[in-house]
């Protein structure tokens, strides 16, 4: 079974507002001391699988480190500059020139599966420049392949950077550019790494390192990422996203050193950081601390660095997990080596939206996964599961649950649920994104309350999830089952998180564990009238007088309000009070009336002491005086 290592690194600082199940954490996988070139001939480094990798410019060879051994590849082969980088392949790309223009010009590509180079000439792009260029960032896309890689490449004294596109080994000019201008000049040592693996893309981050900061171009300017921490003027820095959120890598504390940095740019708060190293002295001829980043999955990254003449290393750098057991799209739902992950959003709080089927109402919440799916991989889960104080306990939805560390399942019903994991304050949150009408009401032929209809349906805005809209809806007695013994003009209805049929046999067990109604069987709907005694019931029906209605639906607050429209679908606004109508162009007056005056919501008269009862009118707000008494309508 999977083993998790909690491994105390001297050097290394988390920062997390919580540690209920980890915080983010930033752990020393190796480090190695020996063997590299010295800080004038090796100046900057990339990793790519477990390894670093280095230019010995004045042996032109590739020196590569993985923690246990030391290589040399391309020995007198590789380029004659000092920047190295990597493609989303691995393939290395090496700067071949030193130390002036030409280090822009000409770059040799190692491709890691055939260990075969070959040297690459460009032409810059109309607007950018050659000069002195140290440093390099990594590549978005394969090289060597035919959908080819962008490289981002700019020189010492310049404003303007070149998108660099390689293709099967040659250069592309033709989807090669210039970048839009950046709003200062760079140094030799300032970096570009895409915020994609796309080769089509233009999104970059640029790390200016004599201001420190990193920029990125929001498409009509560039824009600096908020400096947070004790930034430091060594030079590199690299970007990853993770579970869809930008974390920046770069040099911080005293300068020169080897300390660096992760920042949440969501937050713009360091979240892990790594103190300068005892006995790494500060070296301002070769201010070197390069840094890279390789994605492993949507929680976890590799940091790589290589401090010239110093050390190579290789760190991880883990994001909080959670996972939801028993929704897996394929397979036994139940099982222990797999779930979906839950997206982090800070601190120990996770959030989620899943669809769950007949069958599988279940949910499990779980900070890690087994390697097995056997005996053991189960108790190795099970210690690590999260859920409420009952075994298969029904969640009531859209309310905060308290949760715990169990291993109890948590039954939700059929539906697409929101779902919010708290371990700040140990509470879950789930609520329902889609909510049907079931019932006499329904609007297709032949579909008196049947479960796997879809006629009528809401979802909630992300924004405030468990609140549902449905307007206009039609609930009249039409498709009465015959010799049902019904009001005639009633109609009977109820909400369902989720439509559900089992081959041509409704599964009215899972309809009704996803059914919300009153909890007194029937409750009367009355037009404009919050009602507020219903939830999660089993059995049990609105009720509501025949016609078409705006119904807005709050599962937080467990309260439905009905608000009668006319036959046209408008909302009767003041109608009640002032006999008042608004439809469709036009306010009619309903009733006895004296007299009418209609004002805009300028004040100007559309009618004064009027007789007529109906007014062809444009859309917007008006003020109608009936008989002296004055009603706001809206004409839709």
């Excluded at 000019?173 to 839009?180: D, F, V």
């Amino acid at each position: 079974m999977k083993k998790i290592k909690h491994i105390l690194v001297c050097g290394l600082a988390v920062v997390a507002s919580a540690v209920a199940v980890q915080a983010q954490t930033l752990t020393q996988d190796w480090k190695v001391t020996t063997g590299l070139p010295s800080a004038a001939e090796g100046r900057a480094g990339v990793g790519f699988e477990g390894k670093v990798y280095t230019n010995f410019k004045a042996n032109k060879s590739i020196v590569s480190f993985d923690g246990s051994k030391t290589e040399t590849l391309l020995a007198g082969k590789s380029g004659s500059g000092v920047g190295i980088s990597r493609d989303s392949k691995g393939n290395l790309i090496i700067v071949n020139g030193w130390a002036a223009a030409g280090s822009m010009k000409s770059f040799v590509l190692y491709n890691v599966a055939t260990k075969e180079s070959k040297t690459v000439n460009v032409t810059l792009p109309d607007g950018v420049t050659a000069a002195r260029m140290d440093f390099i960032g990594r590549a978005a896309g394969d090289v060597f392949s035919e959908e080819g890689a962008a490289l981002f490449i700019i020189g010492s004294g310049q404003s303007v950077a070149a998108k660099i596109f390689i293709a099967k080994g040659e250069y592309v000019a033709a989807k090669s550019k210039a970048l839009p201008k950046l709003p200062f000049t760079v140094d030799n040592m300032t970096i570009i790494q895409p915020l994609t693996e796309s080769p089509e893309s233009d999104d970059v981050a640029v790390r200016y390192r004599s201001n420190r900061d990193f920029y990125h171009y929001d498409g009509s300017k560039w824009v600096a990422y908020k400096r947070v921490g004790t930034v430091g003027t060594g030079g590199g820095g690299d970007v990853v996203t993770l579970n869809g959120r930008l974390f920046t890598i770069e040099q911080a504390g005293t300068d020169y050193r080897d300390g660096f940095q992760i920042v949440d740019r969501k937050t713009n708060t360091v979240v892990a950081a790594h103190e300068p190293t005892a006995g790494v002295v500060s070296n301002n001829s070769y201010p070197y601390t390069l840094l890279s980043v390789e994605k492993i999955d949507e929680y976890t990254a590799r940091v790589y660095q290589y401090h010239g003449g110093a050390f190579a290393a290789q760190y991880t750098f883990s994001l909080p997990k959670m996972y939801i057991l028993g929704q897996n799209e394929v397979g036994d739902a139940w099982n222990p080596t797999s779930g979906i992950a839950m997206t982090w959003e800070s601190g120990n709080v996770w959030s989620a939206t899943v669809t769950t089927a007949p069958g599988r109402e279940n949910l499990g919440f779980v900070s890690v996964l087994a390697e097995n799916n056997d005996e053991g991989g189960w108790t190795y889960v099970n210690g690590n599961r999260w859920g409420l104080g009952e075994a298969n306990q029904e969640g009531a939805l859209a309310e905060k649950l308290t949760v715990s560390k169990n291993s109890n399942s948590i039954n939700v019903g059929v539906g697409t649920f929101f779902i919010r994991m708290n371990l700040d304050d140990n509470t879950l949150y789930i609520a329902p994104t889609k909510l049907y009408v079931i019932g006499t009401s329904n609007k297709a032929e032949g579909h008196h309350w049947a479960s796997d209809d879809d006629s009528y349906m809401a979802e909630s805005n992300p924004e405030t999830p468990g609140v549902f809209t449905f307007d206009p809806i039609d609930l009249k007695v039409e498709n009465k089952a015959v010799g049902e013994e019904a009001e005639e003009d009633l109609a009977y209805f109820a909400f369902v998180t989720g439509i559900t049929i089992t081959d041509t046999e409704v599964d009215w067990g899972s309809v009704n564990n996803s059914r919300w109604c009153p909890d007194n069987k029937d409750g009367e709907l009355t037009d404009n009238t919050d009602f507020t005694d219903f939830g999660k019931y089993y059995d049990g029906a609105f009720m509501i007088k025949n016609g078409a209605y705006k119904l807005t639906v709050d599962l937080n607050t467990k309260t439905v309000k009905a608000v009668y429209l006319t036959s046209s679908g408008v909302e009767q606004v003041g109608a009640e009070a002032a006999g008042v109508i608004a439809a469709d162009g036009q306010i009619r007056i309903v009733g006895d009336a004296a007299t009418v005056s209609v004002y805009n919501a300028a004040g100007q008269a559309v009618a004064i002491n009027s007789a007529e009862r109906t007014f062809a009118v444009a859309r917007g707000m008006y003020v109608v005086v009936v008989d002296g008494k004055a009603t706001k309508v809206v004409v839709r």
